[in-house]
């Protein structure tokens, strides 16, 4: 598994950018969870080994449908007790778990 943004080679990194304003575009109206993890999209970067662009996504947009992701690639739930439903609390639990296990993902 990536854990270093700049062990990613450029054209994942272009076609992940790809997928995403695709996916955000897509979904942008969209107010299930549930579906936004059916998009084709989402799907396809799924498939790929970028833990650390979703960390960075994560960090500037605070999407929820990468909780999803992290997951399904780490089989870890760091969300602590009292922060679910608060997605900014979500998301800094999230993106402490990163950086306590080695994730580099800052420009």
């Not at 109206?29 to 994560?58: A, G, R, T």
């Not at 439903?85 to 998301?91: A, C, D, E, L, P």
Request: glycine content about 4%.
């Amino acid at each position: 598994m990536i854990k270093n943004i700049d062990e990613i080679s450029f054209e994942t990194k272009k076609l992940f950018e790809k997928l995403l304003k695709s996916l955000k575009s897509e979904t942008m109206y969209l107010s299930s969870v549930d579906e936004i993890l059916k998009n084709k999209n989402y799907n396809k970067i799924c498939d790929l080994d970028v833990m650390p662009l979703v960390f960075k996504d994560m960090e500037k947009s605070g999407n929820v449908f990468w909780f999803d992701y992290c997951y399904l690639r780490t089989q870890q739930n760091p969300i602590k007790v009292g922060h679910e439903g608060r997605i900014s609390k979500m998301v800094d639990d999230w993106l402490d778990w990163a950086v306590n296990n080695g994730y580099k993902f800052k420009d």
